[in-house]
Antibody, heavy 114, light 109 residues
Framework: EVQLVESGGGLVQPGGSLRLSCAAS????????MHWVRQAPGKGLMWVAN????????NYADSVKGRFTISRDNAKNVMYLQINSLRAEDTAVYYCTSLSAGTWGQGTLVTVSS | QAVVTQEPSLTVSPGGTVTLTCASSTGAVTSGHRPYWFQQKPGQAPRTLIYETGNKHSWTPARFSGSLLGGKAALTLSGAQPEDEAEYYCLLLYSGGWMFGGGTRLTVL
């Protein structure tokens, strides 16, 4: 079964950091670009970042550049999102997805609040 | 920065046909934007319906189709079912990354 499982979300204070993980199974993880997408409460989807199959290329939405770092470990079939200098507006459910495989995780909630 | 625009809301009758569109502020949407369409129901993760303009996954109901129409990406639902009531999002590729539209809330009534 093709599956993506996110973890690492939680409550964090403004200015804090988190590392989200996305564990993949059931497909050839190393063959697909991977993406993070977030959704603030009651809002639409926002593309956050992506990483190339071999991790050599990354792209970010303007609003997260310099604070977010996407990476992957193909040996472990895991993708990461390091989030630094968290702001209230980063509060959202963070999804990982392989667009071309059509697969989405169930999401992990990040709440930034003091 | 590009803006991707969708109809905020649409209503379709059961069994009816409706077309949702996805426009780009930079000009005509082309196959180079690699349009995607997603369905999201309350409390659930998004589900991919259409990839790269008009391709379907194995789970995509046959009543959904994707195309380019009048300079926009389009998602057509033919023979709407009550379970199709949901939020629909398009996604386009630009040189700097990807951009979602604001979503269309589709009501089947």
């Amino acid at each position: 079964e093709v599956q993506l499982v996110e973890s690492g979300g939680g409550l964090v204070q403004p200015g804090g950091s988190l590392r989200l993980s996305c564990a993949a199974s059931g497909f050839t993880f190393s063959s697909f670009w991977m993406h993070w997408v977030r959704q603030a409460p009651g809002k639409g989807l926002m593309w956050v970042a992506n990483v190339k199959t071999d991790g050599s290329t990354t792209n970010y939405a303007d609003s997260v550049k310099g604070r977010f770092t996407i990476s992957r470990d193909n040996a472990k079939n895991v993708m990461y999102l390091q989030i630094n200098s968290l702001r209230a507006e980063d509060t959202a459910v963070y999804y990982c997805t392989s667009l071309s495989a059509g697969t989405w995780g169930q999401g992990t909630l990040v709440t930034v609040s003091s | 920065q590009a803006v991707v625009t969708q109809e905020p809301s649409l209503t379709v009758s059961p069994g009816g046909t409706v077309t949702l569109t996805c426009a780009s502020s930079t000009g005509a949407v082309t196959s180079g934007h690699r349009p995607y369409w997603f369905q999201q129901k309350p409390g659930q993760a998004p589900r991919t319906l259409i990839y790269e303009t008009g391709n379907k996954h194995s789970w995509t109901p046959a009543r959904f189709s994707g195309s380019l129409l009048g300079g926009k990406a389009a998602l057509t639902l033919s023979g709407a079912q009550p379970e199709d009531e949901a939020e629909y999002y398009c996604l386009l590729l630009y040189s700097g990354g990807w951009m979602f539209g604001g979503g269309t809330r589709l009501t089947v009534l």
